[in-house]
């Protein structure tokens, strides 16, 4: 049996082994991510194995970029997007959103040398990382990238210092606490800072023009986003009574991608910056990553091997799958956010399952390390061919721990008439 098998949101290959799980063969749908997985297959198999690494791929749907910009300005017209690079720095994808008009959120000095070099203008870029190096800043400055963000006096010293022409934001605390990363533990002035920040700012004569937040990436909560732009008008207020001119708020980002879950996150945004009714000149920007990443990514990885239990063993022992890449590469996220993958097989060849039943499996990665586990109770069921992967935070995450190269090779469908 020859099987691919995908992980939703990542997707897993498989190789050659008996795999008893599968109700019915993969039946491709004919679309143009379907077409692409098989056609890589195809490539792959035309070839020993022993003649090839072996690596996990990518298929990118160019197409649904251009889908959810458009779920994105019929919910938030008047909220200006800066995709967060950090996310995915694939260059198409990039590409793809500067050419609809998204700017970018950059962290550091590779991130805005990838995005200049595409050619996107320095004012599409915000460098919004609240704790820069003198050299970042310097590179910025130079690059003509002017809109940055702080959160602390030690930042405020290093920007007088390297950009003293930056037009700042800041940065305050937010925080749902659902979200799968707490950007709050870690960034966003308190409350009670927030009145010495701006004093020392106006002290060095730094030009502060707007108010960011970060509820946290993979956030759920829409009345997260709801309490921090109340707060970010309370705060707008007292800057602006201490002489500064603000234009710009920024929500930051924590969308996520389906419909199901954006719309209520973009309908409680609509409601709370009408609420709090900021001058009619605000400009509104966000920071979305993932909600753009996620959906537009399927990953395709191979099962190297299979470890049958027996039935004496412990019960809580399942039968396992090792693949090729793990928590060390494109599926760091097991860890991090512990996101839990959900597994499609995908049949090739003709090759039928043995079996119907539906089975439980833990999915390995590849290294020698027992923390390497994509999935702890995947199991697989019938497909139906549907094929739609959405990953975020995968190759911009990878290491080469444990030998395992962390470069893996994306096959791009076509893009579409008039994206
Ligand atoms: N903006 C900043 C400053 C971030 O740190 C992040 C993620 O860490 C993002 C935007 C992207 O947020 P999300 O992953 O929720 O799309």
Redesign the pocket.
């Known amino acids: 049996l020859l099987a691919f098998s995908r992980v939703d949101p990542l997707c897993s290959t498989f190789s050659n082994l008996p795999i008893d799980t599968c109700r019915g063969p993969f039946q491709s749908t004919g679309g143009q991510v379907e077409d692409a997985i098989y056609g890589q297959i195809a490539q792959i198999e035309q070839y020993p194995r022993t003649s090839q690494p072996d690596a996990s791929f990518f298929v990118a749907d160019l197409g649904e970029i251009r889908r959810q910009h458009s779920r994105w300005m019929s919910h938030l017209p008047n909220i200006m997007p800066f995709f967060?690079v950090?996310?995915n720095p694939d260059v198409e994808l990039l590409q793809v959103l500067k050419e609809l008009g998204v700017g970018f959120?950059c962290?550091s000095v590779e991130e805005m040398q990838t995005v200049l070099r595409l050619g996107a203008p320095s004012t599409s870029i915000i460098f919004?990382?609240p704790c820069k190096t003198p050299h970042a800043l310097a590179f910025a400055h130079g690059a003509g990238i002017k809109m940055t963000?702080f959160d602390n006096l030690d930042e405020l010293d290093t920007i007088k210092n390297y950009m003293p022409d930056a037009r700042l934001l800041l940065?305050i605390f937010a925080n749902d606490s659902n979200?799968l990363?707490a950007?709050g533990e870690k960034?966003g002035a308190l409350p009670d800072s927030i009145q010495d920040l701006l004093m020392r700012a106006k002290d060095l004569n730094l030009n502060v023009v707007g108010i960011?937040f970060?509820i946290?990436?993979?956030?759920s909560d829409p009345s997260a986003f709801q309490k921090a732009i109340a707060h970010s008008r309370q705060v707008w207020d007292s800057a602006r009574s201490m002489g500064f001119f603000l234009q710009i708020l920024d929500i930051?980002?924590?969308?996520q991608p389906t419909e199901a879950e954006f719309t209520p996150m973009a309908t409680a945004i609509q409601s709370a910056i009408s609420e709090a009714s900021f001058p009619g000149q605000t400009i509104f920007m966000a920071?979305?990553?993932?909600?753009f990443?996620r959906s537009v990514f399927t990953l395709v990885c191979r099962i190297i091997s299979c470890r049958k239990s027996k039935a004496t063993e412990s019960p809580q022992r399942v039968d396992m799958l090792y693949q090729n890449d793990g928590v060390y590469g494109n599926f760091m996220n097991a860890l991090i956010e512990r996101e839990d993958f959900a597994p499609s097989l995908i049949i090739t060849k003709g090759h039928l399952p043995r079996k119907s039943e539906y089975h439980a499996y833990t999915i390995w990665g590849p290294t020698c390390d027992s923390t390497d586990c994509v999935s702890r109770k995947a199991s697989f069921a019938l497909l139906r061919g549907m094929l739609t992967g959405k990953p975020?935070?995968t190759s911009a995450t990878a290491t080469n721990f444990n030998g395992f190269s962390s470069k893996t090779k994306t096959i791009y469908t076509p893009k579409e008439k008039g994206y």
């Open positions: 967060a950090k996310c959120d962290a919004a990382n963000t940065r979200a990363v950007l960034f960011s970060h946290g990436s993979g956030a930051g980002g924590g969308f920071e979305p990553g993932r909600f990443a975020a935070y």
